[in-house]
Structures are given as structure tokens and as C-alpha cells.
């Protein structure tokens, strides 16, 4: 018989005005014998936005993001293991209005790279297939809203 439990908890507040916090935590077991093979057993994250008006009709927004994944086994044998991660993402951002906005934005600006996904024996007999996350990012971001 397989069991398993898993538990997520979500929260938000605004601590000073113009600031909102966000975090959330999920953890997932299951009763198989070894780990489950492909499941975070814990993953958490917290963010922060700061929005500071710049006259009537502009607004700053700045928001950083943080993630943490825990260790994870990519196979039924628990061979094959991923250590835990962390990322870090960022947007700073120029609204004009309702309609328009520009941004610089950051993701995975730690430049961490992980398996995404990871296939033991995909190609054949102790022949592992395994594929990437994307690697650090910056970019402007234009936007407007219709």
C-alpha cells in the first residue's frame, strides 16, 4: 500500500504602506520505501513588491522574488539526486498610467543551473538524459494594456 501527505500554506501581508509580502511553503511525502522519485519534498518562497508614486500618473514598482527547492531523487532506486536550490528573480518597473509600463528584469540572476528534468536509463542502460533550467536573464519588458 502506497500512502502519501502533502501540506501547502500560503501568506500575505502588507507590513508598511506601499510594501506587500508574500510566502508560501509545500512540502510532499509519500510511503514507497525510498523518496518518490521526482517530488520536491520542500519547496518555499517569498517575495516583496514596493510600489512609490512619482507624481499623479507614474508609479515605481520594484519586486524581488526568492524560491527554494529542496533535494530531489529523479529515480525509483534514489541514485540519481539533485542537491537543494535557490533562485532569485527581480523586476523594477515604470508604470505610465494604466496603459503603459517598461521594465528591467532579472530571472535566475544567481545564474543557478539544475536539472529540470532528469530520465535514468532514457537512452539506454546507465544512460541518463537529463535537461536544463534556463540560465540567467536580463531583459526590458514593454507593455501596454488594452
Known amino acids: 500500500m502506497i500512502g ?10 502588507a507590513p508598511a504602506d506601499r510594501i506587500i509580502v508574500a510566502d508560501g511553503i509545500e512540502c510532499a511525502s509519500a510511503d514507497i520505501g525510498n523518496r518518490t522519485p521526482q517530488v520536491y519534498p ?14 499623479d500618473r507614474f508609479a515605481l514598482l520594484a519586486h524581488v522574488d526568492w524560491s ?17 536550490k535557490d533562485f532569485l528573480n527581480t523586476r523594477v518597473s515604470v508604470d505610465f498610467g494604466r496603459r ?10 544567481t545564474d ?8 535514468a536509463n532514457a537512452l539506454g542502460s546507465n544512460e541518463t538524459l537529463a535537461s536544463y533550467n534556463e540560465p540567467r536573464q536580463w531583459g526590458i519588458e514593454l507593455q501596454a494594456r488594452f
Open 4 to 13: 502519501g501527505v502533502g501540506t501547502v500554506m500560503v501568506a500575505g501581508a
Open 100 to 109: 503603459y509600463s517598461v521594465a528591467l528584469v532579472g530571472r535566475n540572476i
Open 42 to 55: 520542500l519547496t518555499s518562497s517569498l517575495s516583496v513588491d514596493y510600489t512609490h508614486p512619482l507624481g
Open 68 to 84: 527554494h527547492r529542496g533535494d530531489v531523487y529523479w529515480d525509483l532506486a534514489n541514485t540519481l539526486r539533485t542537491p537543494p
Open 112 to 119: 543557478e543551473r539544475t536539472p529540470s528534468a532528469v530520465g
